[in-house]
């Protein structure tokens, strides 16, 4: 895998705070190595697009950023966060992945109901007073652009839900844990184009308070909502830089 000529644009960290950076990040399945010396820095309270053909590395570079590939590939590289290299060892993966939350292409609401979705992660390592529960799950619907069509059902079942819904709904899950970034795998993929829209528009409420990196196939989807765009060919990273530059020609 050779690097081909490449333009990566650095942000420069006097004008801009990086949320999140990668130094020489490669991934190999095995002898296969689907990603070469990737790094990166995302810029705090802006949507990162990743985009390129299918294969390209997208998908792997994005799970390597909260550990979801521990277990299935080798990830070599720095990932900082805070100071922090979060490829290491000795790091609390629990603790990682609280602080960078991840959105999958299918909405995947567990069988509960919409408010025990977004309060399981919660419930699972500490006890929350339930005026507190209700608070968190309350102020997530809210930042999720979900609780005024669902206030009155809380306890309906969240496999109820519309696909839009749903994938807000998973949106306030991962809210719930009070994260810094959020990774969004082909969050609209599986979405109608309304949907789709009111996804986007919630994707644009979000980063006021969160970075948000995003995989797309869809080329009008990172030039709508993406401040920044990576172009992957051939699990190299070949360009980078504000999203107008890449695809909108402009300066
Ligand atoms: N779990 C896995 N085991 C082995 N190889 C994998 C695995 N996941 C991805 N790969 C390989 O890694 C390379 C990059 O795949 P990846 O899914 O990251 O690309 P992508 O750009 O996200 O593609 P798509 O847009 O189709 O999701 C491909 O060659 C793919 O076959």
Redesign the pocket.
Known sequence: MDNPESYISEPDPARHEIALKTDNVSVY??D?K?LNDTSLSFVRYKITSLI??????????LRSLNRMNDG??DVKGKIMYRGLDLNSSQVDVYEVRRHIGMVFQRPNPFAKSIYNNVAFALTQRKHYKKAELDEIVESSLRQAALWDQVKDDLNKSALELSGGQAQRLVIARALALKPDILLMD?PTSALDPRSTMQVEETMLELKKKYTIII?T?NMQQAARIGDYTAF?HL?NVVEYDLTRKILLDRK
Not at 52 to 61: E, L, N, P, Q, V
């Open positions: 399945y095995g296969n689907a390129g053909a299918s294969g390209s590395g997208k998908s792997t570079f299935i590939a082909e995989v196939h992957f699990g």
